[in-house]
């Protein structure tokens, strides 16, 4: 490994850590999202800083080229992200669909309340030419 690939990979971890970091500061994105971006970014950086780390996974793995592991690793990382997402979207989905379906009741039950006062007869003593009390 060069010392250009070798620095790229420690720069890039940190400018990871960095965003993800200023992105939870900024309450853009939220602590349990951020944990699974925060690891990848900490592994990335310890293997960048010590790439024999990795030679030495993929030979524990079984993996001949250590840059597989790092692309079969971070291929299950976003796939366990996407299936979290798809779980949270569905949740969304239903609590949306609820709160629209519990609005159009509200809404009909407000209508069936305003077409009862409109047909209530005036109160006595009231003039309803103006609005005021008589």
């Known amino acids: 490994m060069n010392l250009a690939s070798y620095l790229f990979g420690i720069v890039t971890a940190l400018i990871t850590l960095f965003i993800v970091i200023e992105l939870l ?3 853009r994105l939220r602590e349990r999202h951020a944990i699974y971006w925060l690891v990848a970014g900490t592994i990335s950086l310890i293997f960048g800083i010590f790439p024999q780390l990795l030679v030495f996974a993929a030979g524990l793995v079984g993996i001949a080229v ?3 592991l790092v692309f079969f690793v971070s291929i299950f990382v976003l796939f366990f992200v996407c299936i979290q997402h798809s779980s949270e979207l569905t949740a969304l989905e239903t609590q949306t669909r609820v709160l629209a379906e519990e609005n159009a009741l509200q809404e009909m039950r407000l209508r069936e309340l305003e077409e009862v006062v409109r047909r ?9 030419s103006s609005g ?3």
Not at 120 to 128: F, K, N, Q, S
């Open 25 to 27: 500061r900024r309450r």
């Open 66 to 68: 250590p840059t597989n």
């Open 120 to 128: 209530m007869p005036p109160a006595i003593g009231v003039d309803t």
């Open 132 to 134: 005021a009390d008589s």
